[in-house]
């Protein structure tokens, strides 16, 4: 089921998620409805809090980016485990529509997360698949794009927001 997207400023947004305890029906459910309301809005990763489940829980697929070899997970109680190197890229967040914001990140993670078969297992994460992982840790965390930039170019990336929302109105 394609399930409404949250966007800023709703609450959930800013508030950490809880660890996930059992893998049951219902987040195997989630984890579909995560999938599908992803690819329904054309994006590549997404946080089950951005759907209103306050739950440590992302799903990414890079596949839209024509990314080679495409790379699709599903990650429940994600952690970082390395990260070095540095790099930043234009994000786009299905909270924020239509607002991108350039943002300083890790080139390389070595990230642990638990399958929907319950298994924990490892990922090494280069380029685009390490920093849609990073966007999606932060909104696991209560965080967005938004609160990794400063100063000027978070003025002027919420007056471009307030904008957008005008002209939707
Ligand atoms: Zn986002």
Do not use: W
Request: glycine share 6%.
């Amino acid at each position: 089921m394609v399930r409404k997207i949250l966007t800023f400023p709703h609450p959930i947004l800013k508030t950490p998620t809880n660890k996930v305890d059992v893998i049951d029906k219902e987040i195997e459910t989630l984890v579909k409805d995560m999938f599908e309301t992803m690819y329904h809005a054309e994006g590549v990763g997404l946080a089950a809090n951005q759907i209103g489940e306050s739950l440590s829980l992302m799903v990414i697929d890079t596949k839209p980016k024509r990314e080679s070899p495409p790379l699709k997970l599903v990650l429940i109680n994600p952690e970082v485990v390395h990260a070095e190197g540095s790099l930043s890229y234009r994000e786009g967040c299905l909270s924020f529509p239509g607002l991108t914001i350039e943002v300083p990140r890790y080139n390389k993670l070595r990230v642990r997360a638990m399958d929907l078969e319950g298994e924990e297992r490892e990922y090494e994460l280069e380029g685009f698949p390490a920093i849609v992982f990073q966007h999606e840790m932060d909104h696991l965390m209560g965080i967005t794009f938004l609160d990794r930039v400063n100063g000027l170019k978070r003025r002027l990336a919420l007056e471009k927001y307030s904008k957008l929302q005008k002209q939707k109105a």
